[in-house]
Nanobody, 124 residues
C-alpha cells in the first residue's frame, strides 16, 4: 500500500520559516518524481514545486520562487519543502504527490499518489 505522509505544518508569523516533510512508503521512491501542491479555502489546488526522481532538477512556481526550495533524500524516501519568508497568502493545506517517471511534473492530474496534507497558516 502506497502512503505519503506530510508533516511540519503549523501556525507561524509573517516572515517565518517552516520545513515540510513527506515520507513515502509502498513504492520505489527513486523511480518517482515528486511534487508539492497547496490549496487554500475556496481556491483551486495550486502547484508549488517539483523535483525529478534523482533530485537533480527542481522547479518552483513563480509565486514562491526564491522563497521555497524543494529537495529529496532517496535514502530516507522523503521529500522536503523548505519555506522561507512566509507570507499570509501562503496559508493553505500543503500536499505532496508522486508520479512514476524521470521528469518533473507541474499539473495535478499528472500525479498518481497523494498525501492527506498538512496545514500551514501564516498570520500577519
Amino acid at each position: 500500500q502506497v502512503q505519503l505522509v506530510e508533516s511540519g505544518g503549523g501556525l507561524v508569523q509573517n516572515g517565518d520559516s517552516l520545513r515540510l516533510s513527506c515520507a513515502v512508503s509502498g513504492l520505489t521512491f527513486s523511480n518517482y518524481g515528486m511534487g508539492w501542491f497547496r490549496q487554500a479555502p475556496g481556491q483551486e489546488r495550486q502547484f508549488v514545486a517539483a523535483v525529478t526522481w534523482a533530485g537533480t532538477v527542481t522547479w518552483e512556481a513563480s509565486a514562491v520562487r526564491g522563497r521555497f526550495t524543494i529537495s529529496r533524500d532517496n535514502n530516507k524516501n522523503t521529500v522536503y519543502l523548505q519555506m522561507n519568508n512566509l507570507k499570509p497568502e501562503d496559508t493553505a493545506v500543503y500536499s505532496c504527490a508522486a508520479r512514476r517517471g524521470s521528469g518533473y511534473y507541474t499539473a495535478a492530474y499528472e500525479y498518481e499518489y497523494w498525501g492527506q496534507g498538512t496545514q500551514v497558516t501564516v498570520s500577519s
